[in-house]
C-alpha cells in the first residue's frame, strides 16, 4: 500500500534528472506529502480528518500505532506488506457487515480512502450484496468518497465507535451529491455494532502470520 | 575593551513605552542613507523637558514576516494548503484561525507586518483548478489533471504538471502574466493586502516571490512593493518560464526598475537560501555565465538592500567549515544539497551561500569594482507555506500543511534522495523567523524605508529588541543612558549605517543593546561579528563577545569561555529564567582598527538555552524523537551589519 506514497518520488528525480526546470519548488517535495495535499484539493478539509485521528488516538478513543519507526527500508517494506495484508482483510470484514446492513434501499457506489496509506476501495451494489475492489486505483467519478483511516475502521469494526461518533469526532468525512451522501451515511448508520470477537479471532490471525 | 555591562531596566521601560504609543507619521521622510548629516535634521539637538518631545528617530520595533505563502502558490497548494492571502493576514493580525489541518491556531500576539509572498509562476493555479474554472477545464490537459486529482491520482497529477510547466507546454486558461485568470490571482493578492493594511496598527505589504531555481539551485527573491493596491495593479508580476520570464536575477532587476518607472513607486527585493544555491547566490567571479562588472554589482547593490539570513529551510548567518573559531555557527543548518537535492553539496560551495562569507567579499568586490554587491541588511522570515507564521517554538505550524502539529512529523521524512543522498527530515525544519525592522511609523511608507536604509535585523523566532550604534565617539559612560537611541543617533549610525573618514587616532566605537523578548527567554550574551579586507586584499573576520551576563569573564582574546549554562528539562519541555540576564548593554571599541581597510560589524545577541519545537512535539504527542534530533537550541538576532569604509 505504500507504492502509491512512493510512486512520486522516482518521477520527481527523473523530472530533475531530466533537465526539468522545477521552478515551483518552496523545497523538499516528499511524495506522499503531495498526495496527502491533492487529496485535501479534491476533498477539502480532508487534511482536518487526518488531525481528528491523532487527535482521538491521544484521547484514547481509536488505537495507536506503538510501533516505532522502522530502521531500515527493508523492513518498513515488510510492515508495510503486512499492514496492507491486515488492513485489506478488516475492509473486507467491513463490507460484510454494511452489505448486511442493506435492506433494498437504493445506495450508490461508493469509496473510502485511507489517508495514512492513501489506499483506495471501492464499493459498488451487486445485487443484494456489495462488491468491493481492494487497493483501487481511485474513485469511480460518481462515487460518494469518504476520507477516513484505518485505525477508525478498525475501531468501528471493534464496535468501539459507532459510525455516527466517528462523523461527530471528524473522523469520517462524505463528498458527493447531497442525496448519494446522505444514502451511505443512513446506511453506514445501520451497520450492527459488534463483531469484536470476530475481530479478535481475526487479529490472532493476523498475529499469527 | 573598553566595554562594560549594565542592566537596562529604564531602556526597557521606554522601549515597551514606545510601542504603546500612537503611531504617528514621520513630519520628514526618512528614506536615504542613515548618516550623520540626514539625523542631525531629525533630532533636534536642544530638548525641552521631556525627553521625548520632538524625537524623530525611529522607535518603534516593528516585527513581521517578508515571505509567506498561501494556497496561491503551486506548491503551497500542492502539498493541501488552503489558507488564501486573507487567512494569512487576520492570522498575522492576531485572529484566531482554522489551520489548513482542521486546528485552531493564534498567534503568542500579533505581528506587526506581513508580507503574503506567493510564487510568481502559477500563481492561483490549483484554486482555480479545483474551482473548477471552466477555461482551463475545456482543455484534454486541465481536464485531466482535474479528473486524476479528484480521481485519487493526485501524484501522477503534481507530476505531469510539473513537467509541463518545465517544458512550457501549459493548457489554455493556465495563469501565466497576461491571462485573466493570473490577472485575477493577483488581483485577489493585492485585494487582501488592502483589505487588510491599517495604518498605525498593522502594515499589509503587496508582494511575491520571484523563484529562479534552474538545476535545482535556489536563487529565489521576494519582491516587496512601498506603493499601494492601485500601483501594483498597473503591473502583473515577474515570472522565471521564458518567453515572458527569466530566471536570471539580472532580469528581475530591470524588471524592478522598469516597474518603478510604470507604477511610480519603490520596490525591493530580498534574496534567500543561499544555502540551498550551491555556490550560486553570491557570486564573485561571474554569474549566468558573465563576469561580474560594474553593472552588475551597482544593480545588485540598488534593488537588494536585505538578505533573508534565517527561515524554515535553515539558517544561513555563518558556517562551521568556513568560520571555526565561531562556537555559535553550527546552528540550524541545511547544508546537504542544493534546493531539490539534486545535487549534493561540496565543501567548495559554502563560501558564495552563507551571509558572513557574502559580506566579506563583498568587501573585497568594493575594493576591486568600486560597489559592494553585498552591502545589506538582515532579517528573518517563515517561508511557511501554510498561510501562517507561526514561527515560536511552541507553536510552531510547520513549512507545509502535511507538516502542520501532528505526531507524524517528529520521525517523517521530509526528502530523500538516494542518488545524492541527500535526505532531510521533517525535524529539520527550522520554526523561524521573523524580520525586525526600526521604523518611524507603522505603514507601508515607513517600514519600506526603513528596509531601504537597512535598519533591520533577524531574529530566529522571538521579539528581543536590539540597538546597533556605531560613531567615533561613544564612550562607556553612554552605556549608563537610559534611552540608548537618543545618544545612538545623536552621536552615531544605525544598524545598517555607514562609517567612513576615520578621525586620525580613533577606532570605531559602538553602542550595542538587548533586551529579552518580554514573553521569552534571558539573554546569554551581545557578541559583534567583525570582518575585513586585510593589507594583503584577504578577507578576515573575528568574533567578539561585548556583554555577557551572569557575571562571566570576557577574556583578553575577547571571548567568554564560559557557557551560560542550560535549565532546559526535555521531559517537561520547559525551562527557566534562572540563569542569563534580561537585558544588555555595552560599548564596545575595536581594539584592531586600521583606517585603512574596509570593515563591517554587525551584532549577534545570543538567548540561554530553550526547548526546540521538536521537544515540545515530544511531550504533547508522547512521541520518541529519532536519534540525533536537536532538542534544544540558542535563538538569537542578527543585526544589519555596519560599514567602515576608509576615506579617498
Redesign the interface.
Known amino acids: 500500500m505504500k507504492s ?1 506514497n512512493l ?3 522516482p ?3 527523473a ?3 531530466a ?27 480532508t ?2 480528518v ?3 485521528v ?1 487527535m482521538a ?2 484521547d484514547g478513543v481509536i488505537s495507536r500505532d506503538e510501533q ?2 522502522a530502521g531500515d527500508p527493508q523492513t518498513a517494506t515488510i510492515r508495510a506488506m503486512f499492514r496492507l495484508r491486515e488492513t485489506s482483510l478488516r475492509l473486507g470484514w467491513f463490507r460484510d457487515r454494511i452489505g448486511a446492513a442493506l435492506d433494498g434501499r437504493p445506495v450508490p457506489a461508493f469509496s473510502i ?1 485511507l489517508i495514512g496509506p ?1 489506499l ?1 476501495t471501492r464499493f459498488e451494489p451487486a445485487g443484494d450484496t456489495l462488491a468491493m475492489t481492494a487497493h ?4 469511480g ?1 460518481e462515487d460518494v468518497v469518504i476520507v477516513t483511516d484505518a485505525p477508525v475502521v478498525a475501531a468501528l469494526l471493534e464496535g468501539r465507535l459507532t459510525p455516527q461518533q466517528a462523523r461527530s469526532l ?1 473522523l469520517v468525512r462524505f463528498y458527493g451529491a447531497p442525496q448519494n451522501v446522505a444514502d451511505v451515511a443512513s446506511l453506514l448508520d445501520r451497520v450492527e455494532p459488534g463483531g469484536a470477537r470476530r475481530m479478535s479471532q481475526h487479529n490472532q490471525a493476523v498475529e499469527a502470520n | 575593551m573598553g566595554s562594560i555591562t549594565m542592566r537596562w531596566s529604564a531602556v526597557a521601560t521606554v522601549l515597551a513605552g514606545s510601542l504603546l504609543l500612537p503611531a504617528f507619521v514621520a513630519a520628514q521622510s526618512d528614506v536615504g542613507t542613515a548618516d550623520k548629516a540626514t539625523l542631525e535634521k531629525v533630532y533636534p539637538s536642544k530638548p525641552g523637558y521631556s525627553p521625548y518631545a520632538g524625537r524623530n528617530f525611529p522607535t518603534l520595533p516593528l516585527f513581521g514576516d517578508t515571505h509567506l ?1 498561501t494556497a496561491f ?10 489558507l488564501t492571502p486573507k487567512d494569512a493576514y487576520r492570522f498575522a493580525r492576531g485572529e484566531q484561525i482554522v489551520s ?4 485552531p491556531v493564534k498567534l503568542s500576539r500579533p505581528l506587526d507586518f506581513l508580507v503574503v509572498a506567493d ?1 510568481s ?2 500563481m492561483g493555479f ?1 484554486p482555480q483548478l ?1 474551482g473548477g474554472d471552466q477555461e482551463l477545464l475545456a482543455t484534454a490537459q486541465g481536464r485531466k489533471w482535474y ?1 486524476e ?11 505531469d504538471i ?2 509541463s ?3 512550457g507546454q501549459l493548457p489554455k486558461g493556465f495563469p501565466t502574466p497576461g491571462t485573466t485568470a493570473y490577472r485575477n490571482a493577483w488581483q485577489e493578492t493585492i485585494k487582501a493586502a488592502e483589505a487588510y493594511n491599517e495604518p498605525g496598527r498593522f502594515t499589509a505589504f503587496i508582494g511575491y516571490e520571484w ?6 539551485n ?1 536563487l529565489h527573491r521576494n519582491v516587496i512593493f512601498r506603493g499601494n493596491g492601485a500601483q501594483a495593479s498597473l503591473v502583473e508580476p515577474f515570472t ?2 521564458p518567453p515572458l520570464g527569466s ?1 536570471n536575477p539580472v532580469d528581475l532587476w530591470k524588471w524592478m526598475a522598469a516597474t518603478e518607472q510604470k507604477i511610480g513607486s519603490e520596490v525591493l527585493a530580498i534574496a534567500h537560501n543561499g544555502n ?1 544555491s550551491n555556490g550560486r547566490m553570491f557570486p564573485v567571479v561571474e554569474a549566468f555565465g558573465r563576469k561580474l562588472d560594474k553593472e552588475y554589482v551597482q544593480t545588485r547593490a540598488r534593488w537588494e538592500p536585505l538578505y533573508e539570513v534565517t527561515q524554515t ?1 535553515g539558517t544561513g548567518e555563518a558556517h562551521p567549515f568556513l568560520s571555526p573559531n565561531d562556537e555559535f555557527a553550527n546552528f540550524e543548518l541545511w547544508d546537504k544539497g542544493n ?4 545535487v549534493a553539496k561540496a565543501k567548495d560551495m559554502l563560501e558564495f551561500e552563507y551571509a558572513r562569507a557574502a559580506l566579506k567579499n563583498g568587501l573585497k568586490l568594493e575594493a576591486q569594482l568600486g560597489v559592494n554587491p553585498y552591502k545589506f541588511g538582515l532579517i528573518g522570515s517563515s ?1 511557511a ?1 501554510t498561510g501562517l507564521a507561526a514561527m515560536e517554538e511552541d507553536n510552531f505550524f510547520g ?6 502539529p ?3 512529523r517528529m ?7 538516494p ?1 545524492t543522498g541527500v535526505k ?1 527530515m521533517d525535524w529539520e525544519v527550522g520554526a523561524s523567523g521573523y524580520a525586525a525592522v526600526w521604523a518611524t511609523a507603522n505603514t507601508r511608507e515607513a517600514i519600506f524605508d526603513a528596509m531601504k536604509r537597512r535598519e533591520t535585523y533577524a531574529t530566529t523566532g522571538p521579539r528581543m529588541i536590539v540597538r546597533f550604534f556605531g560613531g567615533w565617539d561613544f564612550a562607556p559612560a553612554d552605556a549608563n543612558n537610559r534611552l540608548p537611541a537618543a545618544v545612538g543617533y545623536t552621536k552615531g549610525v544605525p544598524m545598517g549605517g555607514d562609517l567612513s573618514n576615520a578621525p586620525q587616532g580613533k577606532s570605531p566605537t559602538f553602542l550595542v543593546a538587548a533586551l529579552k523578548d518580554p514573553f521569552g527567554a534571558n539573554l546569554d550574551r551581545i557578541q559583534v561579528v567583525k570582518g575585513w579586507l586585510d593589507k594583503d586584499g584577504r578577507t578576515q573576520e573575528r568574533i567578539h563577545d561585548v556583554a555577557v551576563t551572569g557575571g562571566r569573564r570576557i577574556e583578553a582574546d575577547g571571548r567568554c569561555k564560559t557557557p551560560v549554562g542550560n535549565t532546559v528539562d526535555l521531559e517537561s519541555a520547559t525551562w527557566t529564567n534562572t540563569i542569563g540576564g534580561p537585558e544588555l548593554i555595552t560599548v564596545w571599541k575595536d581594539p584592531e582598527f586600521d583606517a585603512r581597510q574596509r570593515a563591517f560589524y554587525y551584532a549577534r545577541v545570543i538567548e540561554i538555552p530553550t526547548p526546540r519545537w521538536t521537544a515540545y512535539d515530544a511531550k504533547r ?2 512521541v ?1 524523537p ?1 536519534p540525533g534530533t536537536t532538542m534544544v537550541l540558542q535563538e538569537r538576532a542578527y543585526t544589519a551589519p555596519i560599514w567602515y569604509t576608509p576615506g579617498t
Open positions: 502509491i510512486a512520486l518520488g518521477l520527481l528525480l523530472a530533475v534528472l533537465g526539468v526546470p522545477v521552478a515551483q519548488a518552496c523545497g523538499y517535495h516528499d511524495p506522499s506529502s503531495v498526495n496527502l495535499g491533492m487529496l485535501n484539493l479534491a476533498y477539502p478539509d487534511l482536518h487526518r488531525t481528528a491523532w488516538q491521544l516505532p519507526a480512502v492513501m483506495w483501487a486505483a481511485g474513485p467519478s471528524g | 505563502h502558490s503551486m506548491d503551497a497548494g500542492a502539498f493541501g494548503a488552503r489548513n489541518t482542521g486546528q510564487h509562476d502559477g490549483f479545483m479528473d486529482i479528484r480521481g485519487g491520482k493526485g501524484a501522477e497529477a503534481a507530476m510539473i513537467i510547466f518545465g517544458k523563484t529562479s531555481n534552474t538545476g535545482g535556489n522565471t518560464l530566471d540551498l529551510k534546493l531539490d537535492g539534486s517561508d507555506h513549512k507545509t500543511a502535511p507538516q502542520e501532528s505526531p507524524e520521525t517523517k521524512a521530509f526528502f530523500n534522495n542518488t532531510v504527542f508522547g520518541k529519532l
